[in-house]
T-cell receptor, first 113, second 113 residues
C-alpha cells in the first residue's frame, strides 16, 4: 500500500542536540510538508517542498532545517536553536505542486530529556 | 494572512445524535475548505472538502456547508457512532500564492455509546 512513513514514532533529545526526523513517501507525490502539532492547537507549517531540491519556510521555520534531495524523502532536522521542540511532528504530501496536503504520516512525538 | 477560528473545542454527543462543527475564516480569497479527522496517535485524514463555487457537499453521514458571504463553513455528522470519536480540523486555502492551508485549532468529538 502506498503511503507516508515517519520514523521513529517516539524520539527523545538531550539539550543541545540536533535530531533528524525521517519522512518517506511511496505515492510519487510532488509536494511534501512538515507540520508541528501542540496540544489544543492546529497544525502549524514548518517547511514545505513543491519539488526536489527546492523548499520554502512556513510559519515557524526558526530552529528547523530540511532537505529534499529525492522526491520520496523529506527529512526534518530539529536543531539546538529550537528552544521548545517538544511536540508531535507530522509529515504530509500532495500529488501536485500547488495542491493541498492530502496524505499525512502517523507522526513522530519528540520529547526533551 | 488567513485566520481560521473553529468552534467548539470539545463536543460531546450521544450515539445516534448529530454533531456540528463550525469554522470562520478571514481571507475572502480563500476558495478551498478541507476537513480532516485525526484519531489518537495517528495523522490527520482528509474526509471531505468543499470549493467556493459549491454551497453544500455530502458524503454518506457527513456533509459540509459553505457560506462565502459570511465567511463560515460547517461540518455536519449525522447518526454519530463511537468510531466517529476523534479530533476534527477545518482548514481554509487561498486561491493564489502558495496554496498552503491555514488550520483551525481542532474540535475533539466524543460520541458516547
Amino acid at each position: 500500500d502506498g503511503g507516508i512513513t515517519q520514523s521513529p514514532k517516539y524520539l527523545f533529545r538531550k539539550e543541545g542536540q540536533n535530531v533528524t526526523l525521517s519522512c518517506e513517501q511511496n505515492l510519487n507525490h510532488d509536494a511534501m510538508y512538515w507540520y508541528r502539532q501542540d496540544p489544543g492547537q492546529g497544525l502549524r507549517l514548518i517547511y514545505y517542498s513543491q519539488i526536489v531540491n527546492d523548499f520554502q519556510k512556513g510559519d515557524i521555520a526558526e530552529g528547523y532545517s530540511v532537505s529534499r534531495e529525492k522526491k520520496e524523502s523529506f527529512p526534518l532536522t530539529v536543531t539546538s536553536a529550537q528552544k521548545n521542540p517538544t511536540a508531535f511532528y507530522l509529515c504530509a504530501s500532495s500529488i501536485y505542486r500547488g495542491d493541498q496536503p492530502q496524505h499525512f504520516g502517523d507522526g513522530t512525538r519528540l520529547s526533551i530529556l | 494572512g488567513e485566520n481560521v477560528e473553529q468552534h467548539p473545542s470539545t463536543l460531546s454527543v450521544q450515539e445516534g445524535d448529530s454533531a456540528v462543527i463550525k469554522c470562520t475564516y478571514s481571507d475572502s480569497a480563500s476558495n478551498y475548505f478541507p476537513w480532516y479527522k485525526q484519531e489518537l496517535g495517528k495523522g490527520p485524514q482528509l474526509i471531505i472538502d468543499i470549493r467556493s463555487n459549491v454551497g453544500e457537499k455530502k458524503d454518506q453521514r457527513i456533509a459540509v456547508t459553505l457560506n462565502k458571504t459570511a465567511k463560515h463553513f460547517s461540518l455536519h455528522i449525522t447518526e454519530t457512532q463511537p468510531e466517529d470519536s476523534a479530533v476534527y480540523f477545518c482548514a481554509a486555502t487561498p486561491s493564489g500564492g502558495s496554496y498552503i492551508p491555514t488550520f483551525g485549532r481542532g474540535t475533539s468529538l466524543i460520541v458516547h455509546p
